[in-house]
């Protein structure tokens, strides 16, 4: 089975510019979740979305948005960015009422 | 808001040599998990523990679950250069089994 993918891989983006990330979770997981890492707060909870309905919500400003659809591919998407916004954002799927999360590679989002 | 503790932030280590890393969370868990990340890669699931007491063992890792569901501990015995990376922890938030709240993780370096 294919494992979790992310694209793009890196960006580049200045501040006030907006930017979308995709996910397309393993085939048959309809869970998909996104966080942001950063070296100062570590891995953080953004979302987390099922049959196209964000179920879950993190403390993130409303700058950052997602989507699923109905094949289960996932976007998320941040705008007026900010320079604490560089980061790696990591999508993780999982099998619904199984607790083991697949991540991606993750995007790497500089913000200049 | 929840939170989850993760110490030391740092181990280096010689090869051959034990590791342990400890997790505290400020809420009960319903389970834990952990997650080992390399550098530049991506968090990889290693193990959910669920019950109160848990013990379980793959090869030279072992992780305990404590007594009262707060707190969690990964023993590594004579560590490898293949161990190195970051060890999570995470246990879920705000009741649901799908928003992870993750310790700031352990780093571990072996010195061959």
């Known amino acids: 089975k294919a494992g979790v993918t992310q694209t793009p891989r890196y960006l580049i983006k200045t501040r006030g510019q907006q930017v979308t990330l995709s996910c397309s979770p393993i085939?048959?997981?309809?869970?998909v979740s996104w966080y942001q890492q950063t070296p100062g707060q570590g891995l953080q909870f953004l979302f987390e979305?099922?049959?196209?309905?964000?179920?879950n919500k993190g403390n993130f400003p409303g700058r950052f948005s997602g989507r699923q659809f109905s094949n289960s591919r996932s976007e998320m998407n941040v705008s007026t960015l900010e320079l604490g916004d560089s980061a790696l954002y990591l999508c993780a799927s999982q099998i619904d009422r199984v607790h083991e999360q697949f991540f991606g590679p993750g995007t790497r989002l500089t913000v200049l | 808001g929840q939170q989850v503790m993760q110490i030391p932030q740092y181990q280096h280590v010689q090869e051959g040599e034990d590791f342990t890393t400890y997790c505290n969370s400020s809420t009960t868990l319903s389970n834990i998990q952990w997650y080992k990340q390399r550098p530049g890669g991506h968090p990889v699931f290693l193990i959910q523990?669920?019950?109160?007491?848990e013990v379980k063992k793959q090869k030279r890792l072992t992780f305990q679950f404590g007594e009262a569901k707060k707190n969690s501990s990964l023993h590594i015995t004579a560590t490898q250069t293949t161990d190195v990376g970051t060890y999570f922890c995470a246990g879920p938030s705000g009741g649901s089994n799908y928003k992870l709240t993750f310790g700031k993780g352990t780093l571990l370096t072996v010195n061959p």
């Open positions: 979305y099922f049959s196209e309905t964000q179920r």
């Open positions: 523990l669920v019950k109160s007491g």
């Open positions: 085939s048959g997981h309809r869970s």
